[in-house]
């Protein structure tokens, strides 16, 4: 019997190329020398069908045969939308000129 397919939930890094996002899923691990809880950022290479995922969704991945070099998950839902916004150009004593 087949086992289940593995899930996990992250938020999506990059969607510059056609058909791929990279999601990048964090969890929290015990140092081994420091016994601290520490946070590890694992990035994952996804296939986006339609394009739909964009830079800060959350979004739900799921583990699937390997569709090329590198991509083996899909991203089975968007779980919520981020909020991308461009960065605004700011310089320090410079007023913005206008009329």
């Known amino acids: 019997m087949r086992e289940p397919r ?3 939930v992250g938020v999506v890094v ?3 190329m056609t058909k ?3 999601v990048a899923v964090e969890r929290m691990v015990r ?5 601290r809880i520490v946070r590890r950022t694992s990035r994952f290479f996804a296939h986006d069908e339609r394009n739909e995922a964009h830079v800060g969704d959350q979004v739900e991945i799921v583990e699937t045969r390997p569709l090329s070099k590198n991509k083996r998950w899909r991203i089975a839902r968007i779980i919520s939308r981020g ?3 461009a960065p605004a150009l700011e310089l320090p004593g410079i ?3 206008g009329g």
Do not use: C, M
Not at 31 to 35: G, N, Q, R
């Open 95 to 97: 007023e913005e000129i």
């Open 14 to 16: 990059s969607d510059r």
């Open 20 to 22: 791929t996002a990279i």
């Open 83 to 85: 909020t991308q916004k």
């Open 31 to 35: 140092h081994p020398a420091y016994k």
């Open 6 to 8: 593995t899930k996990k």
